[in-house]
Nanobody, 121 residues
């Protein structure tokens, strides 16, 4: 029902920035809340942030004040601006659509395939 495709990842030096995009399709895209998650090698998938239908945002403490989430329902696109990147931010970043903004991945119904962010030291 909802298909998601992430893009914008890449290799960047510590302190640099990227803007990740999540393009969605489907008639119910705008009715979903969105979440960003990331998974580093050997680590569990962790919550990065979420955004409600009206644009309210929530962030994990580890990225607060560095990452910014936004959405443009007219373009069916969600963004994650990642600033002041650290090597520990290296991970595959995933976007997800669901009914509630939550830190657990279990409440999200649809997932993209991820985009790789690699931060060199």
């Amino acid at each position: 029902q909802v298909q998601l495709v992430e893009s914008g990842g890449g290799l960047v030096q510590a302190g640099g920035s990227l803007r990740l995009s999540c393009a969605g399709s489907g008639s119910t895209f705008s009715s979903h809340v969105m979440g960003w998650f990331r998974q580093a090698p050997g680590k569990e998938r962790e919550f990065v942030g979420g955004i409600t239908r009206s644009g309210g945002t929530y962030y994990a403490d580890s990225v607060k004040d560095r990452f910014i989430i936004s959405r443009d329902n007219a373009k069916n696109t969600i963004y994650l601006q990642v600033n002041s990147l650290k090597p520990e931010d290296t991970a595959v970043y995933y976007c997800a659509a669901g009914q509630l903004v939550a830190t657990t991945h279990k409440t999200y119904d649809y997932w993209g395939q991820g985009t790789q962010v690699t931060v060199s030291s």
